[in-house]
């Protein structure tokens, strides 16, 4: 059975303060490994696949990268609009159904 | 482009009442699903579809019902409406590939509430 473990579960940073959030995973043949934002009273928001291990993408003050066991959400100077929820889900071999973390709450203050 | 499109936004319904949530996407993907978010709980996945005809039971099914008649639509339905049902329910929708991962597209959430 595939897992998803995120870690914190809620951050709070000052504005300018960089940090990491954590995305744990096992699965049997990772497919992809993706990111969302999801805003308070809004659907989660598409932001990154990661496909193999090593691979890492970039978006404005965001960088998601990827091991063979977690994957890493990199914010550099967030800024107070950086403040939502973000959630990881990883899709794995020869399943439609993708599984979700429970995500990490951000807030930035400024 | 209209994307995942869930309807309505807000509904207040009394214990033992039936009603139907609405969603359709316009981007023709196969898969289409039903999550309930609670506090604490993350997504759940209620039903699912990987295409027109074709529907199956996700994590947390009771209670509920949907079908898949068109690619467009996969309609929720609430068979008698309990206060355990008070939650956000999202709509997504992706391809269906079992080969690479599916991004997938989620409606913006309708909130209901059983009293």
């Known amino acids: 059975e595939d897992q998803v473990t995120q870690s914190p579960e809620a951050l709070r940073l000052q504005e300018g303060e960089s940090s990491s959030l954590n995305c744990s995973y096992t699965?049997?043949?990772?497919?992809?490994l993706f990111w969302y934002r999801q805003d308070p009273g809004k659907g989660p928001e598409f932001l990154f696949t990661?496909?193999?291990a090593g691979e890492e993408k970039e978006k404005e003050r965001l960088k998601a990268t990827l091991t063979k066991k977690e994957s890493f959400l990199h914010i550099t100077a967030p800024k107070p609009e950086d403040s939502a929820t973000y959630l990881c889900?990883?899709?794995?071999?020869?399943?439609?159904?993708?599984?979700f973390g429970r995500g990490t709450s951000l807030i930035v203050h400024p | 482009n209209a994307g995942v499109t869930q309807t309505p936004k807000f509904q207040v319904l009394k214990t033992g009442q039936s009603m139907t949530l609405q969603c359709a996407q316009d981007?023709?993907?196969?898969?289409m699903s039903w999550y309930r978010q609670d506090p604490g709980m993350g997504l759940r996945l209620i039903h699912y579809?990987?295409?027109?005809?074709?529907?199956d039971q996700g994590e947390v099914p009771n209670g509920y019902n949907v079908s898949r008649s068109t690619t467009e639509d996969f309609p929720l339905r609430l068979l008698s409406a309990a206060p355990s049902q008070t939650s956000v329910y999202f709509c997504?929708?992706?391809?269906?590939?079992?080969?690479?991962?599916?991004?997938?597209?989620f409606g913006e959430g309708s909130w209901l509430t059983v009293v």
């Open positions: 997504a929708s992706s391809y269906a590939r079992r080969t690479s991962g599916n991004t997938i597209y």
């Open positions: 981007m023709n993907h196969e898969y």
């Open positions: 699965v049997s043949g990772l497919r992809g």
């Open positions: 579809s990987v295409g027109a005809g074709i529907t």
């Open positions: 889900a990883v899709h794995s071999g020869g399943s439609y159904i993708p599984t």
């Open positions: 990661l496909y193999s």
